[in-house]
Structure formats: structure tokens, C-alpha cells
């Protein structure tokens, strides 16, 4: 039965672009009313907001502004983005909850149990579950769900969830319509976690048939969320309205039946100055990521703003290893000693944002506490750069055999003040040889950057995992994994570290292996933590209530109300 299993996170790469973008016209004509009434003044500190209490009241459209949503709804590609995973979280439901504490609770299944040394689980569903489309939510629409999460359908183009601990899945079958056997080969800890994981949307079985390019029509994504697709107009708004017979939220949000408000409208902004003005004139209730700088002073004007963080890792850089100059331990190691990451928070960001400690979070029940590997000083990364052989120039730029100690930092376009973290870091960097410049790639082109071969020397990033034994995935190339740090399978106390993540079948050796695996990491300088990651920032108006998040740092309206 559900009971208190290891706290859940989920790995995928997001990022955000902070550069103005401009608006299209149809865009532009559709948001005249919000600039024109920019200049209407902000509400009362003394007006009640989302941390209130009060009687839920039922009605009302809220309007949610956010800078981008790319063309294409195909959810195995497009449920995991920091941007469309806001819409998607409100028209489908998942077969867990995952709060923002990571604790798991029932949703779709109401319990579960494992079998087989963590081998063999049986999940018991809900009944009475439909999708939007008519289809019941049942056993044999939960196993086509589960076997593309698992596999994907290559010849459809259609790709498996990055994270789903898919390496050892053998099948899922349904045993009666409400129930589901799921087997893997080996020990799989991170599969109960993952089911509440932002990419393991339940979606109906006639969706899931489409072709790609079918399911790329956000009016053909039928979901049994709260919410359902009324109407859109790719990348202007997308208008969502209340289900009426929707009464199987989480037990967890402690709601029932439908959604409170009529409906929620998204509209595409791309300007964030434009779209924090709005807001504070109240023509729209929520902002997706505003500048953290401006959090204390729209605090005290009483707006609400979620800093939620979710599970998954820090706010830093993956290294490639496997290129110059960060081939080199020494310039590896010489980079994370330069980063005065006390100076990042103090600059940039508001009281509230924590150094990171290891490369996950700190939410992350395995988090160590490995500061001393990657600890700000410069007299090392000097002496650490200069016994490799990097000599200091006049220009104050270090060089070996003719080649320049220098590479791009490209800001993550899915964090807010990357940029400016950025640009600190490259004048951080500089103090002791190290030439870093800003190359600012927009949102739409930042995958096939971060996707790129050879991978930039230093790629910042932003990732969710709901369970620390889908991590193992990342490390290596080994079992077709991800192979963050371009060593492939030539690390080999790397290559078993991955694999005893991947097959640990108790939460005993997975926080053992866990520890080793932080240490090694960070001793080799295949990654370079930065910050604590706040990734999703959401500025909401006075008059919003009952928003809440879950541990994927997701805002959910499903209980939220106007008054």
C-alpha cells in the first residue's frame, strides 16, 4: 500500500532564455488592453492574497502570462518543458502525487505494492476515471500509457520519458480493468517515485494513436485533468475551462470535485517587463518568472510570489571532459575554486536563495554536504592552473602550447537572472586567467545547443528527477545513457557507480552509493555547482488563493480561487 516511500525528484534538461523577444503582431494586438492599462496603479499591501485562508468561492477566468510556449503539443517532447509543463499539469493527472516535499500520496492508482525484491509492482487504480474524450481511465489505457513512457515508438517518432527507469522495464500488463502488473528485470527503486514524475502525463489511448504531427494539435491532447483545451492560438493564448465531472484529485490537495475557477487563459508574452506591469495592474492575476530582484518590492506592494524549488539538481554547470579546455582536471577543478558563489547571491538574488551544497538540491534527501570540493578560492585555481602548464598573459589570459584558456558560458533560457549569473562568473573567472564569454541563444534554439557534438565546455543546467536511481542514467554512456560528462564509458569507477545506482535494491545502498557518487563527481570537476536552482518563479496577484506546488515546483490551480 502507499505508505511513506523515498522522496521523489526528476531529471530533465530546462532551461530559459532572458533576452527581450519580440512579440508578433497577432500577439501584440491580443494584449493591448494589459499595456494599455499598465499605468493603473498596484493594489493595497492590506489586499488579501494566495497565503490567505477563506471559503473557496466558485467562477472566474485567471490569466497567466508567460514568456513562451514553442510550437507543438507533443507531449513526449513537450510535457517535461519549464513552459508547457504549466499547461499540461492542469488538463492531465498522473497515477501519483509528489508534494513538494517529495512525500508520495494516491491519485489515478490509490495504492500500489511491490513485489519481487522491487522487481514486480501492482497498481490498484481509481475507478470511474474518464479522459476529456469519453475513454475510461482504465488498466489497459494505463499500460498504453506506461509502454511508450517505457519505450517510446521509434517508427511513429514518438520518444520515451527521458527519466522513466526504462533500462531494465519488461512489460506492463493489465490484470483486470483497474488493476496493472508492471515488471522489470532487475531491482527498480525509481519507478513508484517516477509515476508522479511531469513526464508521465496519463493521456487517452486515442491520443496516444495519433500521428505526431496529429498530436501536435493541442485540441487532440485528451487528458482527465481538471481543466480541458476550449480553444488556442499558437503562441498568442490558450484557453482552458473547468471539467464538471472531474472528482478524483489528489487526496493530498485535500479537494474534491471540480475545479474552482471557470477557467484559465494563457497568454504569451514575451517581454517580462510587460508582463510583471500587467499584473500589478491587474489585468492579469499570475506571471511566469519575474526578475528575483524585483521580489521584495512586490511583496510589500502584496503580491504573493512562489519560489518553490523543486527535487532534481542545482542550479550549475555539466562539464564535458571529453573537450578543451575542460578535458583537463586541472582547468575543471580550477573553475569550481574561481566561482565566489557568496558574491552570486548577494548581487543577484533576494534573501531566500541558498549556495548549493553538492550537485542536487538540497531538497533531495541524499543531498551531502561537499562545499569544501568546490569552495571559493582563487589562490588555488591559480596554483592548480599554473602547475598544468597555463601560463598568465599580459592581457591576463592564460595560455598552453599556442591555445587560449577561454570558452562560451551560454545563459540557461529557463532560469531567470542566469544571465546576469553569467556574466559575473565570466568576471569571476577572469581573475585568474580564465577568458569566459556570453553567447545568448534564444529559447527555441537552446536545445539543439544543449543537444550539440561536441557540447560546449561548460552547459548550464536545470533538471528534475523524482528519484535519485534514475540519476545513473545521466552519467555515462553506458546502457545508452546520457553521458553528461562526455567521458562515454572511459571512466570506469564512473561507469560503476552508474550501474550500482541503476541496479540498488534497497534505499540503504542507494544513499550509499549516492554519497560516493557525489564525492566522485565533484572531485573530478564534472560538474560545477552554483546556487540552489529556483527555476520556476510565479508572481500571483492579491486577490488568488489556494495555489499550491508540487515537488516538481509546479504551480497547480486546480485549488486556487478569485475572490
Known amino acids: 500500500m502507499i505508505g511513506n516511500p523515498p522522496a521523489v525528484r526528476v531529471l530533465r534538461r530546462q532551461r530559459s532564455f532572458r533576452a527581450a523577444l519580440t512579440l508578433s503582431a497577432a500577439a501584440l494586438a491580443a494584449l493591448v488592453p494589459l499595456i494599455a492599462a499598465c499605468g493603473s496603479g498596484t493594489p493595497s499591501a492590506s489586499t488579501s492574497n494566495a497565503a490567505d485562508t477563506g471559503t473557496p468561492k466558485d ?57 519481487d525484491n522491487a522487481q514486480k509492482f501492482i497498481l490498484h487504480l481509481k475507478t470511474g476515471v474518464t479522459f476529456s474524450d469519453g475513454e475510461a481511465l482504465n488498466a489497459a489505457a494505463v499500460v498504453d500509457n506506461i509502454d511508450l513512457w517505457a519505450k517510446g515508438d521509434p517508427s511513429r517518432g514518438i520518444a520515451k520519458v527521458g527519466l522513466f527507469p526504462a533500462l531494465n522495464f519488461t512489460k506492463a500488463v493489465a490484470l483486470n480493468t483497474d488493476t496493472v502488473e508492471v515488471d522489470f528485470s532487475k531491482p527498480t527503486l525509481g519507478f513508484i517515485p517516477t509515476l508522479g514524475y511531469h513526464g508521465c502525463i496519463l493521456l487517452s489511448p486515442k491520443t496516444l494513436a495519433l500521428p505526431v504531427n496529429q498530436q501536435a494539435n493541442l485540441l487532440n491532447e485528451f487528458g482527465s ?32 470535485g471540480p475545479a474552482y475557477l471557470d477557467s484559465l487563459t494563457y497568454k504569451v508574452v514575451a517581454d517580462e517587463s510587460t508582463r510583471e506591469s500587467a499584473v500589478v495592474a491587474g489585468d492579469a492575476q499570475v506571471d511566469f518568472n519575474v526578475t528575483p530582484a524585483d521580489i521584495p518590492s512586490l511583496e510589500s506592494q502584496g503580491f504573493t510570489v512562489g519560489t518553490p524549488r523543486y527535487l532534481g539538481f ?49 531538497t533531495v534527501p541524499q543531498a551531502a554536504n561537499d562545499t569544501a570540493l568546490f569552495n571559493y578560492d582563487p589562490a588555488l585555481s591559480s596554483k592548480l592552473l599554473t602547475q598544468a602548464g597555463w601560463v598568465l598573459g599580459a592581457n591576463g589570459i592564460r595560455t598552453k602550447d599556442g591555445q587560449t584558456l577561454d570558452f562560451n558560458l551560454i545563459p540557461n533560457p529557463y532560469v531567470p537572472s542566469t544571465q546576469q549569473e553569467d556574466e559575473l562568473i565570466a568576471q569571476q573567472l577572469a581573475k585568474v586567467g580564465i577568458k569566459a564569454q556570453l553567447k545568448l541563444v534564444a529559447l527555441s534554439n537552446y536545445v539543439s545547443v544543449a543537444d550539440a557534438h561536441p557540447a560546449p565546455p561548460l552547459l548550464s543546467t536545470s533538471r528534475s528527477f523524482v528519484s535519485f536511481s534514475t540519476v545513473g542514467g545521466v552519467l555515462t554512456s553506458l546502457n545508452d545513457g546520457e553521458n553528461w560528462f562526455g567521458v562515454g564509458t572511459s571512466d570506469k569507477t564512473l561507469d560503476s557507480l552508474s550501474e550500482q545506482i541503476e541496479s540498488a535494491s534497497t534505499q540503504s545502498q542507494l544513499d550509499s552509493i549516492a554519497d560516493q557518487v557525489q564525492t566522485y563527481v565533484l572531485q573530478q570537476g564534472y560538474f560545477i555547482p552554483v546556487v540552489q536552482l529556483v527555476q520556476r518563479i510565479y508572481l500571483i496577484a492579491p486577490q488568488v488563493h489556494g495555489v499550491t506546488y508540487n515537488g516538481l515546483a509546479y504551480a497547480n490551480f486546480y485549488t486556487a480561487w478569485l475572490s
Open 59 to 115: 467562477g472566474g477566468n485567471l490569466t497567466f502570462l508567460i514568456q513562451e510556449f514553442p510550437t507543438g503539443w507533443v507531449s513526449s517532447e513537450s510535457n517535461i518543458s519549464s513552459y508547457e509543463g504549466n499547461l499540461w499539469g492542469e488538463i492531465t493527472d498522473k497515477l501519483l502525487y509528489v508534494s513538494s516535499t517529495g512525500q508520495i500520496s494516491p491519485w489515478i492508482a490509490t495504492s500500489y505494492q511491490t513485489e
Open 314 to 362: 542545482v542550479d550549475g554547470f555539466q562539464v564535458d571532459a571529453g573537450v578543451a579546455p575542460t578535458n583537463s582536471l586541472a582547468v575543471r577543478q580550477a573553475i569550481q575554486h574561481a566561482i565566489n558563489r557568496t558574491q552570486i547571491l548577494d548581487t543577484i538574488y533576494p534573501k531566500g536563495w541558498d549556495a548549493a551544497t553538492t550537485f542536487i538540491q538540497g
Open 225 to 256: 485533468g481538471p481543466f480541458v483545451v476550449k480553444s488556442y492560438q499558437q503562441g498568442v493564448s490558450y484557453t482552458l475551462v473547468r471539467r464538471a465531472d472531474y472528482d478524483w484529485g489528489p487526496p493530498a490537495l485535500g479537494h474534491t
